[in-house]
C-alpha cells in the first residue's frame, strides 16, 4: 500500500518557521517529482512547491518565492518544505504530493496520483 504522511505542521507566529516532511512508503519515488500544495479556509487547492526527482529543479508559487525551500532525500524517500518568515496568509492544510507521470517539475495538480492526508499550518498575526 503506497502512502505519503506528511509532518510537521503547527502553529506559529508571523515570522517564524516551520519544517514539514513527507515520508512516502510502499514504493519509490525517486525517478518521480514531487510537490506540496495547500488549502486555505474556503479557498481551492493551490500549487505551492514541486521538486525534480533529484532535487537539480524547483518551482515555487510567487508568493512564497524567497521564503519557502523544497528538497528531497532520495535515499529515506522523503520530501520536505522549510518554510521560513511565514505570514497569516500561509495558513493552510499543506498536502504532499507525487506525480507517476514526470520526472521534471510540474505545478499541475493532475499531473499529481498519489497524496498525503495534509498537514494544518497556522500562523497567527
Known amino acids: 500500500q503506497v502512502q505519503l504522511v506528511e509532518s510537521g505542521g503547527g502553529l506559529v507566529q508571523a515570522g517564524g518557521s516551520l519544517r514539514l516532511s513527507c515520508a512516502a512508503s510502499?514504493?519509490?519515488?525517486?525517478?518521480?517529482?514531487m510537490g506540496w500544495f495547500r488549502q486555505a479556509p474556503g479557498k481551492g487547492l493551490e500549487f505551492v512547491a514541486t521538486?525534480?526527482?533529484?532535487?537539480?529543479?524547483?518551482d515555487y508559487v510567487d508568493s512564497v518565492k524567497g521564503r519557502f525551500t523544497i528538497s528531497r532525500d532520495n535515499a529515506k524517500n522523503t520530501v520536505y518544505l522549510q518554510m521560513n518568515s511565514l505570514k497569516p496568509e500561509d495558513t493552510a492544510v499543506y498536502y504532499c504530493?507525487?506525480?507517476?507521470?514526470?520526472?521534471?517539475?510540474?505545478?499541475?495538480?493532475?499531473?499529481?496520483?498519489?497524496w498525503g492526508q495534509g498537514t494544518q499550518v497556522t500562523v497567527s498575526s
Open positions: 504530493a507525487a506525480s507517476l507521470t514526470s520526472w521534471r517539475t510540474t505545478k499541475t495538480q493532475r499531473d499529481y496520483f498519489y
Open positions: 510502499g514504493r519509490s519515488f525517486n525517478n518521480n517529482a
Open positions: 521538486i525534480s526527482w533529484n532535487g537539480d529543479s524547483t
